[in-house]
């Protein structure tokens, strides 16, 4: 075994990813929301969904019962649902986010035109076109992008945000 | 999940890695306009946060969150993982480096970072981050061969 291969595999155990874990995870995720925007808790707009996938975290199934907490999920401006290459079954979900990238600086009304142009992209959208893997994310950023090209509006002013129900353990 | 074994793999309390996971979580909301646009720029976002919650951690005392309450009962019954067979030896040699390049070495192997974005997560330049690793390899090459001997 090489020194990488050793390094690598040195690594302490983890918990093992469970349906209660995953749930609690995404229970924190959201929870923390509510405590940073309180102001934020009823909008439509769908926030989590970035944060969520960032903490490596889908809603599995037995995180149905958190999700429904989740103010974000059942107003998602587009859901479908799919199957994975491995036989899984998905509901997924997709939003948007205003993002800010120091590079590009955009102003307040742009980006909220951006956000509106992309939220009703996202609700005429067929989520379940897009095949669910670890690239569907960057596959809607992308047609949400070549839309507000379409409008003359910034990329750069708006994120897309997914989250997944999926069958068996989340991926 | 990435995220929450950055912290079990770094505080010796799961209760405790439950907190900065959501100490985490509270930080990255209150500047989430400030989430980078690219996917592969995001994670890193979000680790820089988790770095500095756990400087902070170590330098104060931790306050108990309340929002992670049920995240510390689950991970508390939840099992770990199985360990690697022989891992125990390669990680006690990985635990006695010095502290910088000790967490380099862990960025690297541990959480699949690359040395540039390693050294980006903890504020060192890149070149710094090489020689600190090769370093760190020096070392710890040294230390497995003492471990076998």
Redesign the interface.
Known sequence: MT??E?????????????A???R??L???A???R???PARRHRRRL?IG??AA????AVGTAAAGAAGQLPWYDSAPSRGSATTATGEKCDVVYGV??????AHPVGAATRAAAIAAAEEFLESFDASSVRIDQDS??EV?KLVDAELVKQGLP??AV?VSMALTCDGVAK | MDLLAYFVRRVPSREDAADLYGETMLTAWKHINKLPAEPERQRMWLFVIAANTLSNHRRTAQRRLSLTDRLRDVLAVTAPTPDVEGAYAVRDAVLRLHDAQRELVMLIHWDGFTIVEAAEILGLNASTARSRYAAARVTLREALVDARA
């Open positions: 020194l990488d050793q390094l690598s595999a040195s690594a302490p155990p983890v918990p093992a990813r469970t209660d874990l995953d609690e995870l229970f924190v995720i929870e923390a929301e405590l940073a925007w926030t970035g944060l960032l903490g490596a975290v986010k205003g993002i800010e990238v120091q994310l960057a950023q990329t750069t994120g």
